[in-house]
């Protein structure tokens, strides 16, 4: 057997397999002696059937599957002894009248090779590194929340303005027949909340659905229509008001400070803002950094500059799927995909040069902690090692999950990475801003 490889270009190459029948017959020839102790055809005992006739039956496609499978070892070992990087994975070349009663079998292989650069971390176009936090009126806000969570519902005889209205909206025609709570305030328009603003309990009134909330997605959960209908929903609903409340807010006290934290850190309003505030900043430096990390993403990719072999991936792309692509379906996945794999070559020659990698153990560590914070939100604070040890076995033997756990620290590694090594302009905005800006 003979391999060579001959380079086209920096992006391009081409393999040549020759193999001989020396490389492939011993293992033919075993095979065919094992099909004539099985073989069982008339007129012949069993094991005793004459070679010629099997290997007339059965000679030619033994002998081509153990060509092609010596062909597909020797191809992948070669891959790996030469240590090419390649991109997708090698396009045999069709070749016209292939005879398979030739002494020599060759087959030709194209190569898409990755590029060769360099990744530059320090440049004066910074990325933008966002410090998001609590405002005092956020945290007014929360306070505010916090006394309606805990307040106390009290009736009224009619509907004002910061009134909670339950009433059944019902419209025969298109099947709406439901009960619900709302908020005046949340009404759109003088002329709506006038009709509702002095109802009493047993009143029926009408409204019209169209613009009926000042946030229209309220209009799906209200009348338990889906989004669709929601959406372009024009008709008049019969309310019956069956009961109305005014949420009084409790009181900022000691005893609402020991149902929010039982161990008496918190002794006054002052102390509940901060911890909030530490909590709210947590949440926030969540999702700035998972802005920073998609921002350093976008900049990479436009500031490394390779070639790729284009040319060479949509060809694979045609037919990498289970259906097989046209041109043009080809070069639009490769559209759709280039930056993705941009990233990932990036992310590849980062990992490599700064020996940035991952053990088992750490992803184990990573799922127990993830079941750990799971665990927490529905009261389990202290579970065994144990426990968390047999959950994240469990959730690490599904391929699926593993993967997504595993890019997920490896984006936490790749995000620590970048904060030692990279300068950032520095911003500090509320939240509200911070998602204007960055969102639009």
């Known amino acids: 057997m003979n391999i060579t490889k001959e380079n086209i270009d920096a992006l391009n190459a081409v393999v ?11 293992k ?26 099997i290997k007339k039956k059965y000679g030619k496609s033994i002998m081509i599957d153990e060509v092609n499978k010596l062909l597909q070892e020797s191809l992948n070992k070669f891959l790996a002894d030469e240590k090419l990087d390649i991109l997708g994975n090698p396009i045999p070349r069709m070749t016209e009248n292939f005879d ?16 060769v650069f360099d990744v530059n971390l320090d440049s004066k176009k910074k990325v933008t590194k ?16 916090i006394q309606k969570r805990y307040g106390k519902m009290i009736p009224l005889e009619e509907a004002l303005v910061d009134s909670n209205v339950t009433a059944t909206f019902v ?21 709506n909340e006038k009709k509702v603003i002095g109802a009493k309990v047993g009143d029926v009134i009408e409204l019209e659905t169209k613009g009926l909330f000042e946030d229209n997605n309220k209009l799906e959960h209200i009348l338990g229509v889906s989004k669709d209908a929601a959406k372009d929903l024009n008709v008049t609903v019969s309310v019956t008001i069956e009961e109305i409340t005014k949420t009084e807010l409790a009181e900022l006290d000691k005893e609402l400070f020991d149902k929010l ?15 909030i505030k530490i909590d709210a900043e947590k949440q926030f430096e969540q999702q700035g950094d998972q802005q920073l990390l998609n ?6 990719v436009e500031n490394t500059k390779f070639d790729l072999p284009a040319s060479f991936l949509k060809k694979w792309l045609k037919t990498a799927g289970e259906k097989e692509l046209t041109e043009e379906e080809a070069t639009a996945e490769f559209d759709k995909s280039e930056k993705g794999l941009r990233y990932q070559l990036i992310e590849g020659k980062i990992m490599k040069d700064n020996d940035i990698k991952l053990d088992y153990k750490e992803l184990v560590d990573y799922a127990k902690g993830f079941i750990r914070s799971q665990m927490a939100q529905f009261g389990n604070m202290n579970p065994e090692e144990k426990e968390l040890d047999d959950i994240a076995g469990r959730i690490l033997q599904n391929q699926e999950e593993a993967q997504k756990l595993q890019s997920q620290l490896m984006s936490q590694k790749l ?10 302009k520095s911003k500090e905005l509320s939240y509200e801003d911070f998602i204007k800006e960055v969102y639009k």
């Open 415 to 424: 995000l620590a990475f970048y904060k030692e090594n990279m300068s950032f």
């Open 100 to 115: 398979w009663d030739a002494e020599v079998f060759s087959f030709e292989f194209e190569l898409g090779l990755a590029p």
């Open 16 to 26: 040549k397999v020759d193999i001989v029948a020396d490389d492939y017959q011993a």
């Open 28 to 53: 033919v020839t075993g095979l065919l002696a094992d099909y004539r102790k099985k073989a069982d055809v008339p007129g012949f005992r069993k094991g005793h059937v004459p070679m010629g006739m």
């Open 261 to 275: 934290f039982s161990d008496g850190s918190v002794t006054s309003v002052t102390e509940l803002k901060a911890k």
């Open 171 to 191: 419209n025969e025609e298109n099947e709406i027949n439901k009960k619900s709570t709302f908020l005046v305030k949340d009404l759109k328009g003088k002329k």
């Open 295 to 300: 921002a350093i993403t976008e900049y990479l």
């Open 130 to 145: 966002y410090n998001i936090v609590a405002t005092e009126e956020l945290l007014d806000e929360e306070v505010k929340n």
